[in-house]
């Protein structure tokens, strides 16, 4: 079955500092990678996917994300952080194994932006 | 407001009671999808519909669960004889499906279920 890890349950940064927010990915063929955000009292929102073609992914809000086939991962970063990207991060994948199209999420990571 | 809608917001009731949550997905959208996320979880797929055919359901659903989605529109989706293990966020999430590669999931803000 496909699934995603994320390692860190809490991710801390000061603003204006670089993020990383870190995934990683087991699948059966090619990958379908997907980072969604959800901030408090509101859905989760798409920011980026990985589908083929370029390893670096550019999304929403400046974020973008690195594929690493090698490695099986892709890390969400930022270049630098704002407060208002404190919330709740979540990596996900396509399973086309189980369950036809649906996605398989992480168990996501919270990230505090501190000013 | 055209995004994903889901009614109730919160729902407390008593073990062994039925609940009913409603979703309108973005209009339009062909694919609908049932997730459940607990405290600390991402979202846990629970089912799926093309249109107003459900094509999957998790083996994690019992038959204590169902969902509708009649005339390819909104969805309902039904709890029926409610444990306190059923309380969870509820999400729906919506999509225009056209190919695999491009499809992108809009989610609703949940309904909250407590079962006291």
């Known amino acids: 079955a496909q699934s995603v890890a994320q390692p860190e349950d809490q991710v801390n940064v000061a603003e204006g500092n670089p993020l990383t927010v870190k995934c990683t990915y087991s699948v059966s063929g090619n990958p379908y990678l997907f980072w969604y955000v959800q901030y408090p009292n509101r859905g989760l929102q798409f920011l980026l996917k990985y589908i083929t073609g370029d390893n670096l992914v550019k999304g929403s809000y400046g974020f973008e994300a690195e594929f690493n086939k090698s490695q099986t991962s892709f890390h969400l970063k930022k270049p630098s952080a704002l407060v208002s990207d404190s919330a709740l991060y979540f990596c996900?994948?396509?399973?086309?194994?189980?369950?036809?199209?649906?996605?398989?999420f992480g168990p996501g990571t919270r990230l505090s932006v501190l000013p | 407001d055209t995004g994903v809608s889901q009614d109730p917001r919160h729902k407390i009731t008593k073990r062994g009671q039925n609940v009913t949550f409603r979703c309108d997905p973005i209009?339009?959208?062909?694919?609908l999808y049932w997730y459940r996320q607990t405290l600390g979880q991402g979202p846990e797929f629970l089912t799926y519909f093309q249109n107003e055919a459900q094509l999957e359901k998790s083996r994690l659903l019992s038959d204590r669960f169902s969902a509708e989605r009649p005339k390819g529109s909104f969805s309902t989706l039904e709890i029926q004889r409610t444990e306190q293990g059923d309380s969870a966020m509820y999400l729906c999430a919506s999509s225009l499906f056209l190919d695999t590669k491009d499809e992108k999931l809009f989610f609703g803000s949940g309904t909250q279920l407590s079962v006291l």
């Open positions: 209009s339009e959208h062909n694919h």
């Open positions: 996900a994948v396509r399973d086309f194994d189980n369950y036809g199209q649906n996605f398989v």
